[in-house]
């Protein structure tokens, strides 16, 4: 007897469990994959990082060099950045790779080059650093279609700064 209950018991678990989780019709299923998704990034810039992403542009157009558009997406990975600087207390190009491959993954970037600065209390002072040092300015003067840059201050009010051009 308790064979039989058991069994029938079973089998009216398994029934309820398969019927209540399955699809109506092909079609829910299928709608599923067919939606797109979109994420809106946005970044709120600084005056300062205004100023740079300003002056860097100013810098090439003198050059005959094509201006710079901004992603937000850029700026939040500089900010990562400078978060980590912050917290390790050094300056550094540190898990550059990681950013470079997440940027190509993210939004397309076919090339990927970073200038971090430390310590400079305004935008000329550190574009100004940039532009003096070679390999720097080669990054400024690339060829590269778009850039973003955080700045952030630490406990003691120095600025880290970091800023990613990329080409898509």
Do not use: P
């Not at 029934?15 to 946005?42: M, N, P």
């Amino acid at each position: 007897m308790k064979k039989i209950t058991l069994t029938g018991f079973m089998l009216i678990l398994c029934t309820v469990f398969l019927t209540s989780c399955s699809k109506d019709s092909i079609g829910d299923e299928v709608s599923s994959y067919d939606q797109v998704v979109t994420k809106k990034v946005e970044y709120t810039y600084s005056t300062i990082e205004v100023e740079i992403l300003d002056e860097i542009n100013i810098y090439r157009s003198a050059l005959g060099l094509k201006e710079l558009k901004v992603i937000a997406n850029i700026s939040i990975e500089s900010e990562g950045h400078n978060e980590y600087m912050i917290t390790e207390g050094t300056v550094s190009h540190d898990n550059f790779a990681e950013r470079a491959s997440f940027l190509m993954q993210e939004i397309g970037a076919k090339k990927v080059a970073e200038n971090v600065g430390y310590g400079y209390r305004s935008s000329e002072a550190v574009v100004n650093a940039w532009l003096k040092s070679k390999g720097h300015r080669e990054n400024v003067e690339g060829d590269f279609t778009h850039f973003g840059v955080s700045v952030r201050q630490d406990e003691n009010g120095r600025n880290y700064f970091t800023n990613i051009f990329i080409k898509k």
